[in-house]
């Protein structure tokens, strides 16, 4: 199977911090990976795509400059949110596509929690 | 504009039954389906993709797919406790990026 992991899976942190999520391929080559946000009973809400060597498209009204996506490799990309605030407490889940078939799959998840 | 169309449910059935998941899409060049199962508190798990016309089974999994009338569903046989989640439908254009578009899911609820 494919399988996608992401880390850390909770973080707790204080107002004003910066927080690094990390969302890994393992068993495939992905030159495609989305970043997600979801909060409590609501719908996925897709924040950006990112590919291989090259900058991320994020969607309209997600500010770049505060979820910075870097994604180093075929089976790295990292979500960086800065200067985090309560408002930015969500759930934050990465996807790879395997492009031959247009499937996505997705990591577990990270919970965040600022103070 | 790209949309995909799902009833939220809570779509209830009792264990044993067939639990029949619909979804519709608006866009015709539309190629590519899946079905997605998100346990509350977790992350989508991909569990039926399906590219052409007609049926594909995977267990008591069985996706239709309509490029006519642009829907595809899902049926699950037997349902299961197990199976009470949030099924979330994702279609992908041909030709373009690869970005899938997401229904808000039908929250399912089998009870014993």
């Known amino acids: 199977g494919a399988v996608v992991s992401q880390h850390p899976s909770r973080v707790i942190c204080k107002s004003g911090t910066s927080v690094k999520i990390e969302c890994r391929s393992l068993?495939?080559?992905?030159?495609?990976m989305f970043w997600y946000r979801q909060f409590p009973k609501k719908s996925l809400m897709l924040m950006a795509t990112?590919?291989?060597?090259?900058?991320?498209?994020?969607e309209q009204g997600v500010e770049k400059d505060k979820f910075l996506i870097n994604h180093a490799s075929l089976t790295l990309s990292t979500l960086t949110v800065t200067s985090a605030h309560p408002e930015d407490s969500s759930f934050y889940i990465c996807s790879a596509g395997r492009d031959t078939y247009n499937e996505q799959f997705f990591g577990p998840g990270t919970r965040l929690t600022v103070l | 504009q790209k949309e995909v169309e799902q009833n939220s449910g809570p779509l209830s059935v009792p264990e044993g039954a067939i639990a029949s998941l619909n979804c519709t899409y608006s866009d015709r060049v539309s190629q590519s389906f899946f079905w997605y199962r998100q346990y509350s508190g977790k992350s989508p798990e991909l569990i039926m993709s399906?590219?052409?016309?007609g049926d594909k089974e995977d267990g008591r999994f069985t996706a239709q797919l309509n490029k006519a009338s642009q829907y595809v569903s899902l049926l699950i046989r037997d349902s299961q406790p197990s199976d009470s989640a949030t099924y979330l439908c994702?279609?992908?254009?041909?030709?373009?990026?690869?970005?899938?578009?997401f229904g808000r899911g039908t929250s399912l609820i089998v009870h014993p």
């Open positions: 994702a279609v992908v254009l041909s030709g373009g990026s690869y970005i899938p578009t």
């Open positions: 068993d495939f080559q992905a030159t495609t």
């Open positions: 990112s590919n291989e060597g090259s900058k991320a498209t994020y």
């Open positions: 399906i590219y052409s016309n």
